[in-house]
């Protein structure tokens, strides 16, 4: 079973400069998040879609950031303009169903280390 | 909110010996899952074993088994004969199931094998 696919695997930016990071989830993993991970901490989750649907964004900087899952498949991630502070590692994992959510293990991609100059 | 705690940034152990990793965590919620997480520095974060809070058993996978002590809110990863492989970021993590919560993870504790 192939896993989840994320690219690119590296991005370098300058600031006030946008950028789009592209995931793919596993076959038929109907649950979909984004994840940002600051060096030294553990990841922090911006966006969770269920389908094509956006279940929790709370915490995502609406104002800088997007992100869409487009069929309910492939997720893309967006930064426009890029702060410094953006930079970090950004993790996209997906999980088989919802509810309830947490008998469901959410499985990670390799992840898009993002750098903002 | 929920927090997930580890206390100890660090920690290094001999090859073919035995560590323990350890997790707290705060909650008013009585079922709840448990994870550990392994990410190398290849940066995928792979799941190395979960616990339901409701079963009273201490999960094991090979190596790998947990000390789960639900009225300390403790958490901890045993690894027995620890490999090179065994070398990487080790994140515990928590999540709900009650309602729509979210994976809240901690800050992690990096393990170094030494051959």
């Known amino acids: 079973e192939a896993g989840v696919a994320q690219s690119p695997r590296y991005k370098i930016i300058e600031k006030r400069q946008s950028v789009a990071f592209w995931c793919n989830p596993i076959s038929g993993h109907a649950t979909l998040y984004w994840y940002q991970q600051i060096l030294g901490q553990g990841p922090k989750l911006l966006i969770q879609f269920q389908n094509n649907g956006v279940v929790d964004d709370s915490q995502l900087p609406k104002d800088r950031f997007s992100a869409e899952r487009l069929k309910g498949v492939d997720s893309t991630l967006k930064i426009q303009p890029a702060k410094l502070e953006d930079s970090a590692v950004y993790l996209c994992?997906?999980?088989?169903?919802?509810?309830?959510?947490?008998?469901?293990?959410?499985?990670f991609g390799p992840g898009t280390r993002l750098t903002v100059l | 909110a929920q927090t997930v705690t580890q206390s100890q940034p660090e920690m290094s152990v001999q090859e073919a010996e035995t560590v323990t990793l350890s997790c707290t965590y705060d909650?008013?919620?009585?079922?709840?899952?448990l994870f550990w997480y392994k990410q190398p520095p290849s940066r995928q974060m792979i799941l190395v074993i979960r616990q339901e809070a409701y079963k009273q058993q201490n999960a094991t996978e090979n190596r790998f088994s947990v000390n789960f002590q639900k009225a300390a809110k403790s958490f901890s990863l045993k690894i027995s004969d620890s490999q090179l492989g065994d070398a990487a970021m080790y994140f515990c993590a928590y999540i709900s199931n009650f309602g729509n919560e979210k994976l809240t993870f901690g800050t992690g504790t990096r393990l170094t094998i030494i051959p």
């Open positions: 994992a997906s999980s088989l169903r919802q509810a309830p959510l947490g008998t469901d293990t959410q499985y």
């Open positions: 909650t008013s919620e009585s079922d709840y899952y």
